[in-house]
C-alpha cells in the first residue's frame, strides 16, 4: 500500500479538497474542467492509492467518509504548505488568494477601507471575502483567515485577539420610559444566555429572532423593541434620536479574534489582512 500511496500527486489532492467542498463529481469536472468520466476516475484510483473509501457516493453527490475527514484534514495541510512556498519562494511579490469569513455587521462595517488599503499596499493579491454569520470549518471549506466575535472553542488554530466589542442593550426611541419588562425583544442567537448572566430583566422570550444583528438594528430604528448591539451599530442611530441605551452599563464584552491555520504563521500576505484589519478595528471599536 505504501507504494501505492507514494504515487500520489499534488493534484490529486487539489482534486479531493474541490470535490469534498462541492459533494459533486459533475460540479468538481467542471470547475476543473475535466470530463466527467475522468473525475471518476481519478476518485477511484485515489481512494485505490490511499486504500480506503474516501467518499459514499449517490447518483447527485458525494459526501465524506470517516476515512475521507481525517486524509482532508491532511491534504488542507499539504495545500496550505504549498500555497505558502509559492508566495515566499516562488515570487517575490506578494500574489495569489486569500479567502475571509467574516461576521456580516463587521463586514459591511470594514470591507471598504479594508478593501482599499489592502489593494493598495498588495495589489497582486486577490481576496475572495464572504460575509456570513455561521462560523466555518477553515480547513475542509478552505479559507484562509475567518473573523470571530465571542468566545473561541478550543482547536489547532491560531487565534489573535484583534480587539473587544461592548454589547449595549439599546430600545427603539417610542419605547422611552417603558419598563424594559413590557418591551418586545429582538433577540440574535445567545442574546438570552448574555442578558442572563448581567442580569438584565427583560420580557421572558424573544419576541423575534433573527441571526444578524444588522438585521436587529435596523428593527430597532423602525421601532420593534429593544435588543442587544454591538456599539459601532447601535451608537450611529443614537447619536440621531432613534435609540437610547437601556443601562449605564455595557451588557458584555465580546472579544473579536482572527483566526487561521499554523502553517500560516509567516504568511506576509494573511498577516497583513490581519494588520489592516485590526487597525480598521481599532477606529471604530
Known sequence: MSEQFDDIRLKDFVFFDRLAALGSITAVAKELRLPKATASRWLSTLEERVGRPLFKRTTRSVALTESGKAFGVRVREILTVVKAAQVGMLSEVPSGLLRVSVPVPLGRMLAGPVIAEFRRRLPGVRLEIKLQNERVDLVREGFDLAIRGGPLPDSDLLARKLSTASMWLYASARFRG????????????????????????????????????????????????????????????????????????????????????????????????????????????
Open 178 to 285: 417603558e419598563a424594559a419588562e413590557r418591551i418586545p425583544v429582538i433577540a440574535s442567537p445567545g442574546d438570552e444566555v448574555l442578558l442572563r448572566r448581567a442580569r438584565v430583566e427583560v420580557a421572558s422570550e424573544p419576541a423575534v429572532l433573527v441571526d444578524d444583528r444588522t438585521a436587529v438594528a435596523d428593527a430597532l430604528v423602525w421601532g420593534a423593541g429593544l435588543g442587544l448591539l454591538p456599539s459601532f451599530l447601535g451608537e450611529p442611530p443614537r447619536a440621531q434620536g432613534a435609540l437610547f441605551r437601556m443601562n449605564d452599563e455595557p451588557v458584555a464584552a465580546l472579544p473579536v479574534h482572527a483566526v487561521y491555520h499554523p502553517s500560516q504563521r509567516d504568511d506576509p500576505r494573511l498577516q497583513a489582512l490581519i494588520e489592516e484589519i485590526s487597525r480598521q478595528l481599532d477606529r471604530v471599536l
